[in-house]
């Protein structure tokens, strides 16, 4: 208990009441404080501080490079401690550079800043760049998503290509530590700007490594896959061209993004509600659904055909891409005849990126070894090696390297693909669709018949069981969506599925799998999505839980509106046989004995894909309520209507 003259002297104190100090010390206490200034000229913060780096095993310096229109780009320089004559790799982005050199959060060593591909690559003598692309958190400029070269789509004296120039220009003559040879490398979008450093090149650019590269953003890239729109990618233009510093966070009222994008009904008018209209980039992709001029002179693997390819240039795909499938191995294919050698390509088992680090499974997918490492050791080191440093022997690196998944070993190859339709030592083989939901390798059907089902766009077949978060979102496993077990669709009564016999012996894929329908629609457009699938024995003692296993090999979707002429949307005759073609992405795999091979067909993938209305509208992306209707789709398998689908099958 207090006693109460002590309360008394406490609320003295408290109050005002009462000084406890004498006279004299309050004089000696206002002495001592005229000696020294309460707050100092200029703050607490110094004009300049020089860190202590005593322990680090690297430098890192902060530039702005100026470019030839007089803006300058913010660039981080990381040069490991004992290097003078080592080469650069060069990484121009639009996620910040000083993040990407600060990836695990910053310390003294290279391993505790770096990404494991690019740690090795500093250990192993090289110098790391990062840039902020124009108009992106550093840089000055403006931003443009995908900024087009210079010409009609680019009215500006600069894009990527000539910033990447200007850049390696001025790296070469003010980094005393380099012996004057760079090279380009990035992924996904910065892998799209490690192809535009190809275009016109600086001399001193002496290779480059694109990694799932943005390449044909229509065709089969991030925002459309054949004509249909890739509603989850919303939050990232939402993301990334809100701000420039890309603060402004994407946000959602429901768990489940089934349920939010079924609220709003179509993109358009969820883009409304988030206040996209204000997103100049937004409104280009609502202005342009069709592959018009716009897309097409954007393609970068119609850019890079356009010339010789002069800079040995390794082009790396993972075979279950969730981003960019499409990209690489399309510019391999467009550069390798006019290349000289110049052109590499690599197939790994990742998802996107993931060859930058750890990579020994995929979801539920184990390879058995570290194929990320493995092709970072015995391909790409090797390969900068042999062309950026000086007297490094020539690499003893295959046209193609490929992860043939199935029996998951690494091969080498001198071409890709190694079957296919026109062009290789081996054709086609045809995979009938057949009665009784039955597969039938190599024997065309002779007796006539469909299957049917209703797709309702109420009911949309979901890309994934549920719930479907969106691809950014804490909990979110969308990097491993592509190898999801597909039983789950299966299931569903708008889903046909296929199967052959166990297989007896194994079936090597290698290349694209190209799918022939022949398919009619009681309504006026539609959506047709094709899925070959790897079927696991139903018991796998070794593993049980993969008994039964259905996992998708490749897959992809094809708007119907487009199946004529991709720039031209035009209705589908109802209740018509109509032929539609759908390349389905690369595969490197083999069909084990006791498996099976199956095919699936739906016409719907939501939400990553915008539901098709079923019935012809000049633009999808505003489709009104009334427009979403239910239709009969039917999948023929008939004499001269037989559907099939043509496999890259080699010995």
Same mark, same amino acid.
């Given at each position: ?369 570290? &194929? !990320? ?6 391909? %790409?080191?090797?390969?900068? $090696? +042999? @062309? =950026?440093?000086? *007297? ?29 339709? &026109? !062009? ?6 045809? %995979?009938?669709?057949?009665? $009784? +939901? @039955? =597969?039938?390798? *190599? ?38 969506? %592509? ?169």
């Amino acid at each position: 208990m207090i006693s109460k003259p002590f309360a008394a002297l406490c609320a003295a104190l408290l109050g005002g009441t009462l000084s406890l100090l004498p006279a004299v010390a309050t004089a000696q206490t206002d002495a001592r404080v005229q000696l020294v200034k309460p707050i100092p000229d200029g703050g607490d913060i110094p004009k300049t501080f020089v860190p202590v780096r005593t322990g680090y095993d690297h430098v890192k310096r902060t530039v702005m490079i100026p470019m030839r229109d007089g803006v300058k780009l913010h660039t981080v320089i990381l040069i490991p401690k004992g290097v003078t004559r080592g080469p650069i790799m060069l990484d121009r982005t639009p996620y910040n550079a000083d993040n990407m050199l600060s990836r695990g959060g910053g310390g003294p060593l290279i391993e505790q800043n770096l990404s494991p591909a690019y740690a090795e690559l500093a250990r192993a003598g090289y110098i790391i760049v990062g840039q902020d692309v124009r108009g992106k958190d550093g840089s000055g400029g403006d931003y443009v998503m995908n900024r087009p070269l210079r010409g009609p789509l680019n009215p500006t004296r600069v894009d990527h290509a000539t910033d990447a120039y200007d850049t390696i220009d001025w790296l070469v003559k003010h980094v005393p530590e380099s012996n004057g040879r760079v090279g380009t490398i990035g992924t996904s979008y910065d892998g799209f700007t490690a192809l535009m450093s190809l275009i016109n090149p600086h001399p001193a650019l002496k290779a480059s490594v694109p990694i799932n590269p943005m390449v044909d953003v229509w065709k089969g890239d991030d925002w459309f896959h054949n004509g249909a729109f890739r509603q989850e990618m919303m939050s990232y233009v939402y993301g990334q061209t809100a701000t420039k510093g890309s603060g402004e966070d994407w946000f959602t009222t429901r768990y489940d993004d089934y349920d939010s994008f079924m609220a709003y009904g179509s993109p358009a008018a969820y883009g409304r509600a988030m206040g996209m209209q204000q997103l100049p980039f937004w409104n280009r992709l609502l202005q342009h659904p069709a592959y018009d001029a716009y897309w097409q002179e954007q393609a970068v693997d119609k850019l890079l055909a356009r010339a010789p390819l002069t800079v040995p240039t390794l082009f790396v795909d993972s075979l279950w891409d969730q981003e960019d499938i499409y990209g690489a191995p399309a510019a391999y294919a467009a550069t390798k005849a006019r290349a000289n050698g110049n052109a590499h390509l690599v197939l790994g088992p990742w998802h996107h990126g993931q060859g930058n680090g750890e990579a020994t499974h995929l979801g539920g997918i184990d390879w058995g070894s570290d &194929t !990320g490492k493995t092709f970072r050791r015995d391909v %790409l080191i090797p390969f900068l $090696d +042999s @062309k =950026l440093k000086e *007297g490094a022997p020539a690499a003893n690196i295959a046209p193609v390297t490929a992860f043939e998944t199935g029996t998951n070993v690494w091969r080498r190859h001198a071409d890709w693909p190694l079957a296919c339709t &026109t !062009g290789c030592a081996t054709g086609m083989t045809p %995979l009938y669709l057949a009665g $009784d +939901s @039955k =597969l039938v390798l *190599g024997t065309a059907p002779t007796s006539s018949g469909y299957d049917e089902y209703v797709s309702d766009p109420a009911r949309p077949v979901t890309y994934r069981a549920r719930p479907n978060f969106s691809p950014w979102a804490p909990g979110s496993t969308w990097r491993q969506w %592509l190898v999801d077990d597909q039983r789950f669709a299966a299931a569903r009564p708008d889903v046909l599925t296929y199967t052959t016999p166990v297989l007896t012996q194994s079936v090597k894929i290698a290349g694209q799998a190209v799918a022939h329908l022949f398919a009619s629609t009681s309504g006026t457009d539609g959506d047709w999505v094709v899925k070959l699938i790897d079927v696991y024995p139903d018991t796998v003692p070794q593993k049980p839980e993969m008994g039964g296993y259905q996992l998708a090999v490749a897959m992809d979707v094809l708007r119907a509106r487009y199946r004529d002429d991709p720039a031209k949307a035009t209705p589908v005759p109802a209740d018509t046989v109509v032929p539609y073609t759908l390349a389905l992405p690369d595969a490197d795999h083999v069909f084990l004995p006791g498996h099976r091979i199956m095919v699936q067909v739906q016409s719907s993938w939501f939400p990553l894909y915008d539901r098709n209305p079923q019935t012809f509208v000049p633009n999808i992306f505003d489709a009104k309520p009334a427009d979403y209707r239910k239709a009969t789709q039917r999948i023929y398998h008939a004499p001269g209507q037989a559907s099939y689908i043509a496999l890259p099958v080699v010995p």
